[in-house]
Structures are given as structure tokens and as C-alpha cells.
């Protein structure tokens, strides 16, 4: 599987943005599909991820703001952020394995990161 995140930007405090990732492949609905960020000086923390039913998960820094989704038909996985907020400035990336999980080490396959930049 390979994986190509894109949507990052700069935007402002309380706007909204939605990542995306594309994944190449013919199993892509087999997989669970996670988010991840990693900020400057810090190490790669989890974001969110969807199982391959639908299911999906949250840290509780972006619950009730960020959701994830996935349109397998287009292999497709997204990242709808609101209500950013400065601590949110991070580079995020997407990444797969064959069920959930919640730790970067265990995930199989990443993308190549995309830049979110949240001003206050």
C-alpha cells in the first residue's frame, strides 16, 4: 500500500481544514487507516484512526473536533480538523495497518506527511 497525504496549509485559530490520503492498492478496504502528527521537537502521537467496518477513534485532544472517514470506492481517507487550535500545528500523517491500533510502531505503511500550520 502506498499512501499520499495532502490538505496541510496555515491557517488561523477556530478555522477549519480536511486532509486527505490517497492510497494506492488493491486491498485498501482491509486495512484500518490512522492519522498521526508529529510536532516540532516532539515525538509522532496519534490522531485518529477508522477501522475497515467504519469504526473510528480518537485521541481526546482532537475528540469532538476532528473526524475521520474513509471512502473506500475512491480509496480515500480523510481528516476533517475544526476548531484548530496553535497546539495543533504539527506535521500529519496518514498510515495503515490490517486492524486498529494506536501506536506508530505498529502501523505497516505511511505517507509522506503534510504540514498543518495553526496561527493564533
Do not use: H
Request: glycine share 10%.
Amino acid at each position: 500500500v502506498q499512501l499520499q497525504a495532502s490538505g496541510g496549509g496555515l491557517v488561523q485559530a477556530g478555522d477549519s481544514l480536511r486532509l486527505s490520503c490517497a492510497a494506492s492498492g488493491p486491498t485498501f478496504s482491509n486495512y484500518a487507516m490512522g492519522w498521526f502528527r508529529q510536532a516540532p521537537g516532539k515525538q509522532r502521537e496519534f490522531v485518529a484512526v477508522i477501522s475497515w467496518s467504519g469504526g473510528t477513534y480518537y485521541a481526546d485532544s482532537v475528540k469532538g473536533r476532528f473526524t475521520i472517514s474513509r471512502d473506500n470506492a475512491k480509496r480515500m481517507v480523510y481528516l476533517q480538523m475544526n476548531s484548530l487550535k496553535p497546539e495543533d500545528t504539527a506535521v500529519y500523517y496518514c498510515a495503515a495497518r490490517f486492524s486498529v491500533a494506536f501506536m506508530p510502531g505498529e502501523y505497516d505503511y505511511w505517507g509522506q506527511g503534510t504540514l498543518v500550520t495553526v496561527s493564533s
